[in-house]
């Protein structure tokens, strides 16, 4: 019987680890050299599963023994003119079972692969891998060794569609399924990739995207794999956003300006339009130099500044911060682009669109999306005037007036999210020949009731057909959205009592009255933005734990497989008088590397890579919880088995880490 680490020192093959499911290890147990690693070390017990005496009685011997240069060397089996291979008696002595084993065949034409991969076959009890045979296929998976249940589990696998992810974490029996990110061009998951090879130049929006219907009556403690991330209608829209931040036009002829670098245009037609403003305008998205934040600069071209005071008419903008105004940060002029530019510097909503986009071009969708049926529901419609009448009690509180309430200046930054976006324009443009404040702030009223008017219409010009329009907010939505409109559209205070007690008709026409006369659809809208709210706390939850498991895999990674710490390296503060031993291929922290093995690098039967999901946040979550569960972590060339638990690999992460530390902190780092 043989109780050490048996591989030769300074071996230099790579771990793999035998993805077996739990439980199973003792009765495939195929290797002759066997270190029930975790108890032999911490416990000094015996490992019940295998009946193997622990032979290490002590912690030094344990160490001596595993790394002696002098274990036996392995003897392979010769195999018998008909196939079968005759057990030792030390193999015989391991397992009683080793002389059932399945029978395997050499596949002489590819004998000079040096390194078998069949990591994942089920194991016979028998010493298969000698230098005599490279390579073996096993003839049958149906074997008195081998498990039926375990060969259907692991092979075929889809790892991402949740069936599969269910069965990697409850471990049961699932069948196979196409796997579509099969990386194997000629299979079905070429479907998915048509382009695989080709370098992708943006992120795959359906990684995660669910296959098939959800699986139903699940049991409380089984989870799919999209149970794991955020919801990917909130995935792919945060990553778009982020592209299209990063966005910048390579070549640009745009300039810099002050601190404003990287212009790129954000106009959806190179049509110059002087409307709304008097003055063609642009947007571009920049980059400040001064806090690397990106901002949208508003240019009005060909702007000529008359008043100094005229510009600091945006100054009472900056303070307005309310979450229905696109917030400005400051105004200025410039000669940069060959003219004189008025330059409105403000907050940048990535990946947004106007209210025109999104409800008098239907044609115009955002890729992914349904066309929008071209009735609007009423609860949207309530909710942009919610926003507005919020964000006017932020303008008109300051003594402002917005002055700009139209389609194509309202930002549609989130599913039903807007915000005004040309606030302080007017102000500066119309310094000289404003309106005064309250009449522009009974404008703004009125401007609110055409846009709403136009929404529900579908149409950019309703206001111009007023009856007509009238009429289909009569049929289409209830009378008290009609009378908020006709309340807001009527240009003069209205005299005597509301028409009826939720009508805002009131003695005066201001932003208080309003917000009175529909307080009770800002209760409704404010309960859906608390649902909305605990919903992404749920979802930041969940990110959460992603995080938790990215540290702990940062970790695993920073430690395996360190080199440059071998053999020469005395790490300050360690007190091995060997640190070879500690950080060589064959020392203390293999096991780590087996298990990296364990959790990644899976091979299914046929040595093909197995991408299961389940297996790796069920590995990498036990790890993180230091489970007592015991792992059987196989090296590459299959000749040793390391029986750790999760609590002992977790601990010599733990420990590996430190030292790394310490030898970082030694190295001046
Ligand atoms: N602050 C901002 N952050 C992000 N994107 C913006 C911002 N402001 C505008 N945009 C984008 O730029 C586009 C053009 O905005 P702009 O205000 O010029 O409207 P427009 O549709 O071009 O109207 P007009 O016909 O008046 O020029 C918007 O549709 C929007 O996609």
Avoid at 190 to 199: C, K, L, Q, R, V
Avoid at 322 to 330: D, F, L, M, R, S
Avoid at 379 to 403: D, M, T
Wanted: aromatic share 8%; with cysteine; net charge positive.
């Amino acid at each position: 019987m043989a109780t050490t680490f048996g591989s030769p020192s300074g071996d230099s093959r790579r771990g793999v680890a035998s993805p077996r499911p739990k439980g199973r290890e003792a009765k495939n147990t195929f290797c002759r050299n066997v270190t029930i690693y975790g108890h032999c070390r911490y416990e000094n017990s015996k490992c019940r599963s295998l009946h193997l005496p622990t032979a290490l009685s002590s912690q030094s011997e344990n160490a001596k023994k595993r790394f002696n240069v002098d274990s036996p060397a392995f003897t392979p089996l010769q195999p018998a003119p008909n196939g079968s291979v005759t057990p030792s008696a030390r193999n015989a002595a391991i397992s009683p079972k080793a002389a059932n084993a399945a029978v395997f065949t050499p596949k002489s034409q590819r004998s000079t692969v040096s390194t078998p991969n069949l990591h994942n076959k089920e194991p016979a009890a028998v010493d298969w891998h000698g230098p005599e045979f490279q390579e073996f296929v096993p003839e049958s998976f149906g074997g008195p060794m081998v498990d039926s249940s375990a060969s259907t589990t692991f092979s075929g696998y889809d790892p991402y569609t949740t069936n599969s992810s269910i069965s990697a974490i409850t471990g049961q029996h699932q069948p196979a399924a196409i796997n579509p990110y099969a990386q194997d061009s000629s299979g079905l998951g070429s479907g998915y990739y048509p382009n695989h090879n080709a370098f992708q130049t943006s992120p795959a929006y359906h990684l995660y995207w669910p296959v098939g219907p959800q699986p139903t009556g699940l049991l409380a403690y089984q989870r799919t794999a999209h149970d794991f991330f955020i919801p990917d209608v909130i995935r792919e829209d945060l990553q778009k956003k982020a592209e299209v931040a990063r966005q910048v036009l390579p070549n640009t002829t745009l300039p810099v300006i002050e601190q404003y670098h990287s212009l790129f245009c954000l106009d959806t037609t190179p049509q110059k339009n002087n409307a709304p403003f008097g003055y063609a305008s642009w947007i571009y998205k920049a980059t400040s130099g001064k806090d690397g934040k990106t901002y949208a600069l508003r240019r009005l071209e060909n702007f000529r500044l008359t008043s100094e005071t005229a510009i600091r008419s945006a100054q009472p903008w900056k303070r307005i911060l309310n979450g229905g105004v696109v917030t400005i940060h400051e105004a200025f002029t410039t000669r940069a682009f060959g003219d004189s530019s008025l330059i409105l510097v403000t907050d940048y909503h990535p990946n947004s669109k106007s209210l025109a986009d999104e409800h008098f071009k239907p044609m115009q969708r955002f890729h992914g999306r349904q066309a929008a049926s071209s009735h609007v529901p009423e609860q949207v419609l309530w909710g942009y005037i919610v926003q507005i009448a919020s964000a006017l009690k932020a303008i008109h509180g300051s003594g402002l007036a917005a002055r700009l309430i139209s389609p194509s200046k309202i930002l549609l930054t989130a599913k039903n999210r807007i915000r005004l976006n040309a606030c302080a324009v007017m102000d500066i443009v119309q310094f000289e020949n404003a309106k005064p404040v309250p009449e522009a702030q009974a404008d703004d009223f009125v401007q609110l009731g055409r846009l709403i008017l136009c929404i529900a219409n579908n149409s950019a010009t309703a206001h111009l057909q007023m009856q007509k329009s009238m009429d289909y907010i009569t049929r289409s939505y209830t009378a008290r959205l009609k009378e908020c409109i006709q309340w807001l559209l009527n240009p003069q205070p209205a005299t005597g009592t509301p028409s009826s007690p939720t009508t805002p008709v009131a003695m005066q026409k201001d932003i208080d009255t309003f917000l009175a006369g529909i307080a009770d659809q800002f209760a409704s809208v404010f309960d859906s933005e608390l649902h909305a709210q605990d919903t992404l706390t749920n979802t930041l939850g969940r990110e959460l734990e992603s995080s938790r498991l990215v540290r702990l895999l940062v970790k695993l990674n920073m430690v395996n497989e360190r080199p440059e710490l071998d053999a020469s390296q005395q790490m300050p503060g360690n007190n091995t008088t060997n640190p070879s031993s500690v950080w060589a291929e064959t020392g203390e922290r293999y096991y780590l590397k087996l298990f990296r093995d364990y959790a990644f690098h899976q091979v299914d039967a046929n040595g093909h890579p197995v991408t299961d999901l389940g297996h790796v946040l069920d590995c990498l979550n036990k790890l993180d919880a230091g489970l007592d569960e015991k792992v059987a972590l196989i090296s590459r060339d299959e000749q040793n088995v390391l029986i750790v638990s999760y609590r002992e690999v977790k601990r010599g992460l733990e420990s590996a880490f430190q030292d790394l530390i310490r030898a970082g902190r030694g190295s001046g780092k």
